[in-house]
């Protein structure tokens, strides 16, 4: 029984750790699969942490917080759609520039609201999610497979990342598909940087999300641009994530410590033998990256 | 009319820069502060003496080497958002070179740096170089991925193998005298050593290779067309292994101002993000060299004027750089900027015109559209 | 009655280009009616006007004699024509490949459940099993079966025209506008999609058809409009023309289908030898043998897609390619060769997509004429490219093949289809190749440029090169070849010599036809 409670922490706290990336991945998914790379992802979730702090403080409520997170990471989400669908600007470039935006905000707000840019004031524990955001972010892997192959919704995005000239000329307009799914990225990741902020920790701190938007791309890639696994390589990561924080300082073999920096690489490296089609096929919707041009 | 369309050209990304340092400019009001002020406090902090003048260069050098590394993947059709991994290892490559061999006389010395800078920054290029042309798998996301790998390596080499005994800092010992390259003296204490001379000498290198040689041509032919670059005989593949490795042995002579003329040892968290700002510097000098040194000296001057900012304001900390480098680039980036807003007149013209006529038919709309193509079983 | 369609002095104009220019048209509904014209032409331009995907600069267009379009109404979007009962199939067909059929059929107009309208159009869950049934209806009527859960990546082009179509009759659409069907199509499939034209014609949709087949004109239309150069040029009924006289139209002059009967080839030594040659691909070749001498030109006849594309990446990137078979180029057994090497035998290549194979569309003409010569002295020299030298000779090329505007520093991509088409070939012959590949080497360019680019094939023939000539115009294949093969679904199904063979025999083998 003993030798059961580590594995069982271990397993609640794998759940734990990968909510975020859970959230942030399907926000990937949503403006992947419609055609937009999102490279901004990072910026998105690091907007939700600053925003799901700041308004779960002045509202004292986690809700609100959520709430919050929501309208901070939709706003910066907004800035990118502009620039990457309406005045087609490269979406790497716009990308990077959203995430050195968010980088920058963040600790430049932070500094004006509360005196200091490395970090907000801690939240009380009543003011932080206990776990419903686990259930909500499986909840939401469930509906949006649903809502990608049952529902009309879901087929234009899914043409608009494939063959957006199709979804034009069957009359649907193909930037208003990639606005509400970039957009909806931006809700996504905003929940997943509120899972951080108001969940996972107490307060937000500068650059918080530590590479964890990529970690949701890479994830993204890893299942294939599909919701079930997209989340079932989440989960992988965060067990990555989960055993590095476990193996801190822990003597394996021989006397030095594991190097927690390989484990920490991990993810990456898989990702990398992933897309080398060395694990697996990954084939990415054909109209990625490509504005819309309507003649 | 041609020279005109031309001469916009030329200045659509000034215009563009401006643009976006007004937009970046005029979120410090948010913080309490006057944007003019905050400008002048910058321009001051950039310019202002021998000394801040010697900063903005020092910051600039990395920025030339970075940018010219994504100007050369770019024209090679590749897009290297990867200088941050490759700056790292070759730094890291550099300061290993210096403390392995701390015995190696002056002249002999920093060439043995420099060249452990471009060989460590090379092979982080070559990998994904080598992944996309042999195994098809695109560049950018392994480059970010390969950014974070880096991070650790270097994390673990600086903490484990090449510790400094002598300090709590996350920071490798240090390198050996002969390595230490001579400083410019006319900078006062700035740190700007001979590292900028070899930025510049990179800068002509780049510009000679792409445009006079057949390699370059053959670089740029497989960026603008890889099927009829292959069909002419160039080999797609070899040329982008190339590419990515002087992108990536460019990306690695950051090494040589950071270790070689500043620290003389290799520091975690040293670049504070050089390489995702050599992207933007290339894009705003459109790939070319001079265009590259050019946006370089602009970024290094907002770098080193927002670092002011932190004790000459209120409010306002050196993360307005990073602020306003992303509306820079966001604006610089922006295909359709003028064009957007352009056609948004003529539209509002043309809508005005139509509604002269005042005849409007109805048509159907797509709800009504949507009830009657409803099929119910 | 009124016509189902009327143009009435439409002018549509691309950066000062005009495509279209005072069109008027009329169609009567319940006919198959074609539109031909050259490339270019401006026939897809006015088809995509009524589909609403450009929006013409004046002029009306009305519908049954209503109008649909002009001064008076605003221009409508495709998703009003599908509304009104118009829709299109393009010349590329709009499908997405990892979707099913029944997806791509449903797409815009997904039926829901009648339980779920209290959800917001776009939530609401898809009805798939009510799709099916309508569509079951529909295949019924027309009999056009497809399986619906069928990828589109897994089907094959005939399949996909017809999902195409269905698309159509699903949203009921009564004007059915084709753009070039039958361009990708074997005989078969052409034979058979006639026969699903005719039907649906019978049950009283109209069809429009652009095409610049006349034989297929004569066998399907009821009626036929003329374009040349953005303008209607003529309209005939079928029974009162011919072929004859439409290609004079579509031309503007009389065509002389002939040409000049070149002399008797000097055959030299052998230059390729292709022997049982089998390659898996889109369409994969089976067991080829052919042979070209030098001072001979060989015509591949076959309508596209029947392994001309695989048998030139196998002669130009053999080492690319898992192949069977010997491969000689000059001598040489060429089968594990790359592009390189190929081309260092000197070998000259007039690619099938000129914009895709052949330019660097952005660059200027001096740097596409370079492309490829890049390490050929003189323009080499250790390393560097001797600029001197290369502009000489740039400016030398501009004035002897007579490109225009004359001037080496304008991108490419401003040049004509024939201009472009010029650099390329004074590029490949810039070193006299001793092999030439020449993939439809007169598409898409004017008739001008195709005199001067035969001129120059056959001289290249006269001068001991041997050349490979791959067409679907027959005219060409049968001006040009000393001997021709005649390549149906990846196997050489005929051969001929010069004079043997007429058109109609040749369009019938090329279709698969058993002689």
Avoid at chain 1, 171 to 177: F, L, M, W
Wanted: hydrophobic share 45%.
């Amino acid at each position: 029984m003993e030798i059961l409670i580590p594995v069982f922490q271990i397993i609640t706290s794998t759940f734990r750790v990968s909510t975020p990336l859970v959230f942030a991945a399907l926000g990937g998914m949503m403006s992947e699969r419609a055609g937009v790379i999102n490279i901004a992802l990072e910026g998105m979730m690091l907007m939700g942490a600053f925003g799901g702090a700041v308004v779960a403080l002045t509202l004292h409520s986690s809700l609100y917080g959520a709430l919050g997170a929501i309208a901070f990471s939709v706003g910066i989400a907004a800035i990118y759609g502009f620039f990457a669908i309406e005045l087609r600007a490269n979406q790497i470039v716009a990308g990077t520039a959203i995430n050195m935006l968010a980088a920058g905000l963040t600790p430049f707000l932070s500094k004006v609201l509360y005196e200091s840019s490395t970090s907000t004031p801690n939240l009380p524990l009543e003011l932080r999610f206990q776990s419903s955001p686990v259930w909500v972010a499986w909840g939401l892997v469930i509906l949006s497979w649903f809502w990608m192959k049952y529902t009309p919704s879901g087929l234009w995005i899914r043409f608009a990342g494939e063959n957006p000239e199709a979804l034009d000329s069957a009359g649907v307009r193909v930037k208003r598909v990639r606005w509400a799914a970039v957009l909806l990225s931006g809700l996504l990741a905003g929940l997943g940087g509120a899972s951080l902020s108001i969940f996972l920790s107490s307060s937000f701190s500068r650059n918080m999300t530590a590479g964890r938007g990529f970690m949701a791309l890479a994830a993204l890639i890893f299942g294939k641009w599909k919701p079930i696994p997209t989340a079932a390589a989440c989960l992988l990561f965060g067990f990555f994530d989960t055993l590095q924080i476990r193996l801190q300082g822990v003597v394996l073999w021989g006397t030095a410590p594991v190097p927690v920096q390989f484990i920490q690489i991990l993810p990456y490296v898989v990702t990398i033998f992933v897309l080398a089609g060395v694990v697996g096929q990954s084939k990415a919707p054909k109209a990625l990256g490509l504005p819309f041009i309507q003649d | 009319m041609k020279t005109g369309k031309s001469l916009f050209l030329f200045f659509q990304p000034i215009f563009s820069v401006i643009l976006g340092l007004g937009i970046g400019l005029l979120i410090t009001y948010a913080a309490g502060e006057s944007p003019w002020n905050v400008f002048q406090i910058m321009v001051k902090s950039a310019f202002g003496s021998r000394y801040d003048l010697g900063m903005t260069l020092f910051y600039a050098t990395p920025l030339i080497f970075t940018g010219l590394s994504v100007a050369v993947a770019f024209h090679a059709g590749l897009f290297n958002i990867g200088g941050e991994g490759q700056l790292e290892i070759g730094a890291l490559a550099t300061a290993a070179v210096g403390i392995c061999f701390a015995g190696m006389p002056f002249p002999f010395a920093p060439i043995l740096g420099v060249l452990g800078g471009i060989l460590g920054g090379a092979l982080w290029g070559a990998i994904p170089g080598w992944l996309r042309a042999r195994r098809g798998s695109h560049e950018v996301i392994n480059t970010i991925m390969l950014n974070f790998i880096s991070a650790g390596l270097c994390s673990w080499v600086t903490l484990y193998v090449l510790k400094n005994p002598d300090s709590q800092n996350p920071e490798t010992a240090s390198i050996g005298v002969g390595y230490l390259i001579p400083q410019l003296k006319f900078f006062a204490e700035a740190p700007v050593s001979v590292a900028i001379l070899l930025a510049l000498l990179a800068a002509v290198l780049v510009w000679f290779l792409l445009w006079k040689t057949s390699l370059g041509f053959e670089l740029r032919a497989v960026g603008q067309n890889e099927v009829a670059a292959k069909a002419a005989g160039i080999d797609v593949g070899k040329i982008r292994i190339l590419a990515m490795v002087i992108a990536g042995g460019l990306a690695g002579l950051v090494g040589v101002s950071e270790v070689l003329g500043n620290a003389g040892r290799f520091k975690i968290g040293m670049s504070p993000g050089y390489g995702f700002m050599g992207i933007a510097v290339a894009l705003l000098g459109r790939s070319r060299p001079l265009g590259v040194v050019a946006s370089a000296l602009l970024f290094g001057a907002l770098h080193k004027g927002t670092s002011d900012l932190d004790f000459e304001t209120e409010n306002v900390t050196r993360d307005l750089s990073l602020i306003l480098q992303a509306t820079v680039i966001l604006c610089v980036s922006a295909d359709g900027l003028w064009s957007f807003f352009g056609n948004r007149l003529k539209n509002k013209h043309q809508i005005k015109k139509n509604l002269k006529g005042k005849l409007n038919f109805p048509v159907k709309t797509k709800s009504e559209a949507e009830s009657s193509s409803t099929v119910t079983p | 009655m009124n016509p189902i369609v009327e143009f009435r002095g439409i002018c549509k104009s691309f950066h000062g280009v005009k495509a279209n220019a005072d069109l008027h048209l009329q169609v009567k509904k319940g006919t198959i009616h074609a539109i031909v014209g050259e490339n270019g032409a401006g026939k897809s331009t006015a088809m995509k006007i009524l589909y609403g995907t450009y929006q013409p600069d004046s002029g009306e267009i009305y519908l049954d004699g209503k109008l649909w379009g002009g001064r008076m109404k605003p221009w409508s979007s495709p998703s009003d024509a599908i509304h009104c009962g118009i829709g299109m199939v393009h010349q590329h067909f709009m499908l997405g490949a990892p979707q099913t059929a029944l997806e791509n059929i449903l797409l815009g107009v997904e039926p829901s459940p009648s339980w779920s309208s209290w959800l917001p159009f776009f939530l609401r869950p898809i009805d798939y099993q009510a799709a099916r049934i309508k569509l079951n209806q529909i295949s019924a009527q027309y009999g056009m079966k497809v399986d619906l859960d069928a990828k589109i990546e897994n089907t094959s082009v005939g399949v996909q025209q017809r999902i195409e179509i269905l698309k159509l009759l699903y949203r009921d659409a009564n004007i059915l506008i084709l753009d070039e069907p039958t361009a990708v199509l074997t005989q078969q499939e052409t034979e058979e999609l006639f026969t699903n034209l005719r039907k649906l014609c019978q049950q009283g949709k109209t069809i429009l058809i652009i095409t610049h087949k006349l034989k297929e004109v004569m066998n399907l239309a009821s009626r036929v409009t003329v374009f040349r150069r953005g303008r209607v040029v003529a309209e005939r009924d079928i029974g009162r023309t011919s072929v004859e006289e439409l290609a004079t139209l579509m031309v503007g002059r009389k065509v002389n289908l002939q040409g000049a009967i070149p002399s008797q080839p000097k055959l030299g030594e052998l230059a390729l030898e292709v022997k049982n040659l089998s390659l898996d691909g889109h369409c994969s070749l089976r067991n080829l043998d052919l042979h070209v001498h030098g001072g001979e030109i060989l015509g591949i006849a076959g309508v596209e897609g029947n392994g001309q594309t695989e048998l030139l990446q196998a002669l130009l990137h053999p080492k690319d390619q898992s192949l069977k078979g010997s491969l000689r180029l000059l001598g040489q057994d060429v089968s594990h060769f790359t592009a390189d090497r190929i081309r260092s035998l000197c070998v000259g290549v007039i690619p099938e997509d000129r914009h895709r194979e052949g330019l660097l569309l952005k660059k200027s003409v001096q740097e596409n004429f370079l492309l490829g010569l890049q390490r050929r002295p003189p323009f080499y020299n250790k390393g560097l490219i001797s600029t001197k030298k290369l502009t000489h000779e740039v400016r030398r090329i501009i004035d002897e093949y007579d490109i225009r505007p004359k001037s080496a520093d304008v991108a490419v991509s401003t040049l004509s289809g024939g201009n472009q088409q010029k650099l390329i070939i004074a590029r490949e012959f810039e070193f006299p190749p001793r092999f030439l590949i020449a993939a439809q080497p007169t598409r898409g360019v004017d008739v001008g440029a195709i005199e001067s680019i035969h001129r120059r094939l056959l001289d290249a023939r006269q001068k001991g090169c041997g050349i490979l000539l791959i067409s679907s115009e027959l005219d060409e294949i049968l001006a040009l070849s000393d001997r021709i093969l005649v390549m149906y679904e990846g196997k050489i199904v005929a051969e001929f010599q010069r004079g043997q063979v007429t058109e109609q025999v040749l369009g019938l083998r090329m279709g698969g036809a058993s002689a």
